[in-house]
Nanobody
Framework: QVQVVESGGGLVQPGGSLRLSCAVSGSIGKIMAIRWYRQAPGKEREWVAT???????NYEDSVKARFIASIDNAKRRLYLQMHSLKPEDTAVYFC?????????????WGQGTQVTVSS
């Protein structure tokens, strides 16, 4: 059974930094991509970044100059280093592992980790 777990969230002051981690475990096939999303209170879930196994990442414009994603393929872990955090970054952050198994790509989600940016 595939399991995804996010960690690293917390309370940080504006301008601060946090590093989120997203790990996948279990019997998996080919990893196609890993995506970060976030959902703020009262808002829809929004895409933040997509990383492929060659460590190439695309970012949503508002985080492009502040967030850095990196993948450790051996550890099956993806990191999201967040700098210069703003109150509007406050949200529950989720990761989604898109995994190819027997001709179909499946999405495996974690439970999310809360990031709160406040003074």
């Amino acid at each position: 059974q595939v399991q995804v777990v996010e960690s690293g969230g917390g309370l940080v002051q504006p301008g601060g930094s946090l590093r989120l981690s997203c790990a996948v475990s279990g019997s998996i096939g080919k990893i196609m991509a890993i995506r970060w999303y976030r959902q703020a209170p009262g808002k829809e879930r929004e895409w933040v970044a997509t990383t492929t196994t060659d460590n190439t990442t695309n970012y949503e414009d508002s985080v492009k100059a502040r967030f850095i994603a990196s993948i450790d393929n051996a550890k099956r872990r993806l990191y999201l280093q967040m700098h210069s955090l703003k109150p509007e970054d406050t949200a529950v952050y989720f990761c989604d592992w898109a995994i190819y198994i027997d001709g179909t790509t499946y999405d495996y989600w974690g439970q999310g980790t809360q990031v709160t940016v406040s003074s």
